[in-house]
């Protein structure tokens, strides 16, 4: 099985977003480790990029920190084998489709394989253009995760037919941010999803407390949170790592008391 | 070729939020542009509003000074809102109009397009906001506060460079935030497929006009067509009539900035590599990594880091040449259009005056340039004025 799909066996997954070099590649390290003991079931890692149009104001100031920290591709995937030595939970990309292309695709997978990153989540590679990609991570077994958005409509199936890893489910329209209510009908796209593939799916865009979590994770596998996380980066800084870690601690407890009734 | 393809540049590279709303442009645009009612609501618009077909004048006392081949300048600036934008905006709203969308927003740099999308939005009572770079909105504040008399709130925005492209990015933010009632006006022949090519064809009148005019007056047709590029909007309306015509040279005019050899440039294809970005893959100004590049020009419509994707191809191809022009030529450029045939260009639109500068007196007199002439330059006095150290307030 799956790195990806041991963090949804038989249990809601919690889902941490942080971005790469945000402050700095270190910090970047140890929050990983850090949000693993605390109860993260995968991390997703943001590659940081110039110009991220998916992401709201919180996670496009953290892309700008790490960029001017000096965080590059290069040093990121060294950071990812590194930590790769301290623990096993799934880790997986979020990147915009311009680094994974002027870095050269091939080149690219082949090192998220050879560091140890087990997916990829490209908000600018809709299911249109995912042969750009898809075959080359097939080859290095790179889990393709596609997003579905409140106005994909009859475009879900389609997209969850062809899924791999996971299925991020966009809860709101509009870029990422914390956001005090989410009004979308997220059992039933979860419920399209589940028409045509066993895979699991996770919530994201907007959810920062646990309520939101434990709300979203009852009728998906699965809660993901950024931007709330990336706050406390701003916050804090190198010094974040505590009050992350007691952040992913209470979100992951929200959402555990809800295993029994796993769909 | 793949539909929405340029070769292999193009596509749609855009979050899936957006995908079906790109669709439903695509599936309208594709019933309408051949719904006889609405191509005669458009020539109506065209002709009665905008005040086409422009004029296409022989400048003779340039032509007499440059001493070789004849001069023709494309007047698009004398379309209504003073550039050539207007084309594509008036056929942009009335399709939002007709797929029954009641708000449009809009990115601008020099604010061309902005004032282009405010006029059509409060001639067809559309709500219209605009997104322009806290630079821009600094440089031309004049365009800021024409917007706002036409009803549209302009966004200054304060991400990024502040400049063109991160107007974009927040534009197709925004269109995340709110797609059911809104249209993104796309202003340039870029971005995710339909755009390049709505925007190409609504642009498209200024070739078809070119090659009629000039018909009717030489009874030929030139042998190079000229334009400045940013996007490459008005580049791509004046040359797509003559892509067939191997005889008449296309030729594109960069902003080269401080020059192509400082970082101090907006000279995608003299400098730029193949990309994916801003819903197209293209070429861009990038480092190794693919972050962005922050561009210069003096000119605020051409300070963008890529180019539309039917323009790289052009280029791979060899059928159009693109050409780095740096500020002090353009600038030259304006000042000698404006004292020689009493006409100031837009900034942009000097450019592609200064390669016609340079290229003219190498032709032979009986050889013919047009020069797209793709804006007036009222908005850009004051700025032209600070670069030679005059200080006026606008």
Known sequence: ?263 | MKKGRYGDYGGQYIPETLMNAVIELENAYEHYKNDPEFNRELEDLLKNYAGRPSLLYYAEKMTKDLGGAKIYLKREDLNHTGSHKINNVLGQVLLAKKMGKTRVIAETGAGQHGVATATAAALMGMECEIFMGKEDTDRQVLNVYRMELLGAKVHAVTSGTQTLKDAVNETMREWTRRVDDTLYVLGSVMGPHPFPMIVRDFQSVIGREIRQQLLEREGRLPDAVLACVGGGSNAMGAFYEFIPETSVRLIGCEAAGLGVDTDQHAATIAKGTRGIFHGMKSIFCQDEYGQIAPVYSISAGLDYPGIGPEHAMLHDTGRAEYVPITDEEAVQAFEYLSRTEGIIPAVESAHAVAYARKLAPAMKPDQIIVVNLSGRGDKDVAAIARYRGVQIYE
Not at chain 1, 196 to 209: E, Y
Not at chain 1, 236 to 251: H, I, L, Q, T
């Open chain 1, 1 to 263: 099985m799956s790195r990806i799909a041991q963090a949804f066996q038989n249990k809601k997954a919690f889902i941490a977003f942080i971005t790469g070099g945000d402050p700095d590649l270190e910090t970047t390290e140890e929050l990983i480790c850090a949000m693993d003991q605390a109860g993260a079931d995968l991390i997703e890692i943001g590659v940081p990029f110039s110009d991220p149009t998916a992401e709201g104001i919180v996670i496009q100031e953290a892309n700008a920190r790490a960029l001017a920290a000096g965080c590059t591709t290069d040093k990121l995937f060294e950071m990812v084998s590194r930590v790769r030595r301290r623990t096993q939970i799934p880790l997986v990309f979020l990147t915009y489709m311009n680094p994974i292309y002027t870095y050269g695709k091939e080149r690219f997978f082949r090192q998220c394989r050879t560091a140890g990153i087990d997916g990829v989540i490209i908000p600018d590679l809709p299911f249109e253009e995912k042969e750009e990609v898809a075959p080359i991570c097939a080859e290095y077994g790179v889990d393709l995760v596609p997003l579905i958005a409140p106005t994909s409509k009859e475009r879900i199936t389609m997209i969850a037919k062809e899924a791999k890893g996971f299925i991020y489910c966009v809860s709101s329209l509009g870029v990422t941010g914390v956001r005090s209510e989410i009004r979308t009908d997220i059992g039933a796209m979860v419920r399209l999803v589940k028409s045509v593939t066993d895979l699991p799916c996770a919530v994201g865009f907007g959810i920062s407390t646990p309520e939101q979590a434990a709300k979203m994770a009852a009728v998906s596998d699965g809660a993901i949170v950024g931007s709330a996380i990336v706050k406390l980066v701003a916050k804090d800084g190198k010094d974040c790592v505590e009050a992350v870690s007691e952040y992913v601690r209470s979100m992951k407890e929200a959402i555990a008391g809800l295993d029994d009734f796993t769909s």
